[in-house]
Every structure is written in structure tokens, then in C-alpha cells.
């Protein structure tokens, strides 16, 4: 079946640790997202991928990267985690084909001690 | 500087009421505007709206886009505990879609 996946659904890690959310789809779309979002707070697009090799970032200012060497993973690595990262990360995708409807993931719901 | 807003915020109704939520944008170049629904992490589709297409029903729910008045309305009718869910609403504009904040909605047995 089509879909979307991300891990961990939820990570605990302390300062300064590196990590990496995994982000996988099965739908063959090009374009790819990754979002932050906080409790009651507008999704915020922190970076972005038409396909292979191709990355951008997004509005929000962050301080993780992201690669894209495969049309189906589209990782997303922050180098040190900080308290301020703690929120929740949602990765999509979508068929430039078809518009702007975008489909989710799980999310990762990220805490920085 | 482009912008999409959602109200309520909040909504606590009564099942089996019926709900009309709110979306109104200032976006330059406007391509669509979408409905998702979010129930524990992640958005599902609910419907795209476009300049062809300005109203959209799936049982019980439905909405309507009023590009005159650069809004559009999300009514659920006969409201169901399962509705309870924040509904978020986004806007396309030229390469992005901007997001509202969501409606949290809560209906009570």
C-alpha cells in the first residue's frame, strides 16, 4: 500500500546529541517536505525537494539539513540538538501532477532535554 | 506579507450539532486552498478548492470557496464524536502553501 512513513514517532535525546528523522514514501513523488509544528501553531516549512539532489530551505529559519539521494528517503539531520528544537516534525510528499494536496506522515514529536 | 486565518480557534459543540469553520486569506497569486484534518499527528485530505471548483461535499461535510470574499467555510453537519480534530486550512500561492493556525474542535457525547 501507498504511504508515508517517519521515525521515531517520539525521540527523548539530551543537548548536543546529533539525530536524524527518517522519512520514507512509497507513492513515487517528486516533491518532498519536511514541517515543524507546535501545539495550536501553524505548520511552518523548514525544508523542501522537487526530487533527486535537489533541496531548498523553507520560511522558517532552522538549523537542520536535509539530502535527497533517492526519490523515495528524504532524511532530515540536525548536527546539535538544542532545547529549542523541541516540537514536532512532519514529513510529506506530494504529485506535482495533481496540485498542492500533500500527504503526511506520523510525525516525530522531538524533546530536547 | 501573505497570511491565512482560521476561527474559531476553538469550538466545543454537542454531537449530532452542526458546524460552520472559517478560513479567510490575504495571498498573492492564489492557485487553491485546501482543508486537512488532524487527529493525533498526522493532516489527512480533505478537500482542494479552485477557481473551477468552488464547492466540495463528502458526506457529511462540505465547503465552499467565496473568492470575493477571499474566504471559505468548512460545515460538518449531524457532527460525530469521531469529527473532534483540529482542522487546518491552507492556502496555495505561487510555490507554497501558507497555513492557518486551526480550529480545535471538541464534540461532546
Known amino acids: 500500500e501507498a504511504d508515508i512513513y517517519q521515525t521515531p514517532r517520539y525521540l527523548v535525546i539530551g543537548t548536543g546529541k546529533k539525530i536524524t528523522l527518517e522519512c520514507s514514501q512509497t507513492m513515487g513523488h517528486d516533491k518532498m517536505y519536511w514541517y515543524q509544528q507546535d501545539p495550536g501553531m501553524e505548520l511552518h516549512l523548514i525544508h523542501y525537494?522537487?526530487?533527486?539532489?535537489?533541496?531548498e530551505k523553507g520560511d522558517l529559519s532552522s538549523e537542520s539539513t536535509v539530502s535527497r539521494i533517492r526519490t523515495e528517503h528524504f532524511p532530515l539531520t540536525l548536527e546539535s540538538a538544542r532545547p529549542s528544537h523541541t516540537s514536532q516534525y512532519l514529513c510529506?510528499?506530494?504529485?506535482?501532477?495533481?496540485?498542492?494536496?500533500?500527504?503526511f506522515g506520523s510525525g516525530t514529536q522531538l524533546s530536547v532535554l | 506579507e501573505d497570511k491565512v486565518v482560521q476561527s474559531p480557534l476553538s469550538l466545543v459543540v454537542h454531537e449530532g450539532d452542526t458546524v460552520t469553520l472559517n478560513c479567510s486569506y490575504e495571498v498573492t497569486n492564489f492557485r487553491s486552498l485546501l482543508w486537512y484534518k488532524q487527529e493525533k499527528k498526522a493532516p489527512t485530505f480533505l478537500f482542494m478548492l479552485t477557481s473551477s471548483g468552488i464547492e466540495k461535499k463528502s458526506g457529511r461535510l462540505s465547503s465552499i470557496l467565496d473568492k470575493k470574499e477571499l474566504s471559505s467555510i468548512l460545515n460538518i453537519t449531524a457532527t460525530q464524536t469521531g469529527d473532534s480534530a483540529i482542522y487546518l486550512c491552507a492556502v496555495a500561492s505561487n510555490y507554497q502553501l501558507i497555513w492557518g493556525a486551526g480550529t480545535k474542535l471538541i464534540i461532546k457525547p
Open positions: 525537494s522537487y526530487g533527486v539532489n535537489s533541496t
Open positions: 510529506a510528499s506530494s504529485d506535482p501532477q495533481v496540485g498542492e494536496k500533500l500527504f
